[in-house]
T-cell receptor, first 114, second 112 residues
Framework: GAVVSQHPSRVICKSGTSVKIECRSLDFQATTMFWYRQFPKQSLMLMATSNEGSKATYEQGVEKDKFLINHASLTLSTLTVTSAHPEDSSFYIC??????????FGQGTRLTVV | SQQGEEDPQALSIQEGENATMNCSYK?????LQWYRQNSGRGLVHLIL?????REKHSGRLRVTLDTSKKSSSLLITASRAADTASYFC????????????FGSGTRLLVRP
């Protein structure tokens, strides 16, 4: 299967700082990538859809200025959590769509804001 | 936004027993997928069933889809302790977005 790499797997940052999470499709070109957030013992909530070369589409209730998404190439999308606060602590997962129906998921990033 | 619900929320069974999880969704779909997630880790794709399919098998997994009832079920036969995980259904909406919307999940515990 296709490989999606997410980095870092864990990050701890101080409140008020920004954190960047990378999502790379290693062996295919992904025209569309998705970002999800998962709180403990809950399901994955879609945050935004990232299309290469255009602005991301955010789901209702997700702050665009807080969660900056850049999809600069067909193999890389980044999520930057700006001015992070403890309530942003969560598990963030990206997925990339190749042609066809199946989505391939990264390993996830556990963000802890202290 | 969440597409639908899964039940049960939690399921505890003995090794060797079968486990059945159900998923309901709200809107028309292209396909429905089942994923597994071990605690605090990434997702593992289990099986995909298209909207024009009714049943699909993969090893010990059996998935059914009833589009008239907007529901799906995942059956794991002859469960093993290693099957302990959370299981999520995810629907691919019938639009051009290719979004996957996840259900609420079922936490399965298989006791040795």
């Amino acid at each position: 299967g296709a490989v999606v790499s997410q980095h870092p797997s864990r990050v701890i940052c101080k409140s008020g700082t920004s954190v960047k999470i990378e999502c790379r499709s290693l062996d295919f070109q992904a025209t569309t990538m998705f970002w999800y957030r998962q709180f403990p013992k809950q399901s994955l909530m879609l945050m935004a859809t990232s299309n290469e070369g255009s602005k991301a589409t955010y789901e209702q209730g997700v702050e665009k200025d807080k969660f900056l998404i850049n999809h600069a190439s067909l193999t890389l999308s980044t999520l930057t959590v700006t001015s992070a606060h403890p309530e942003d602590s969560s598990f963030y997962i990206c997925s990339a769509r190749r042609h066809g129906d199946e989505a391939f998921f990264g390993q996830g990033t556990r963000l802890t804001v202290v | 936004s969440q597409q639908g619900e899964e039940d049960p929320q939690a399921l505890s069974i003995q090794e060797g027993e079968n486990a059945t999880m159900n998923c309901s969704y709200k809107t028309s779909i292209n396909n429905l997928q089942w994923y597994r997630q071990n605690s605090g880790r990434g997702l593992v794709h289990l099986i995909l069933i298209r909207s024009n399919e009714r049943e699909k098998h993969s090893g010990r997994l059996r998935v059914t889809l009833d589009t008239s009832k907007k529901s799906s079920s995942l059956l794991i036969t002859a469960s093993r302790a290693a099957d302990t995980a959370s299981y999520f259904c995810a629907t691919s909406l019938m639009d051009s977005s290719y979004k996957l919307i996840f259900g609420s999940g079922t936490r399965l515990l298989v006791r040795p």
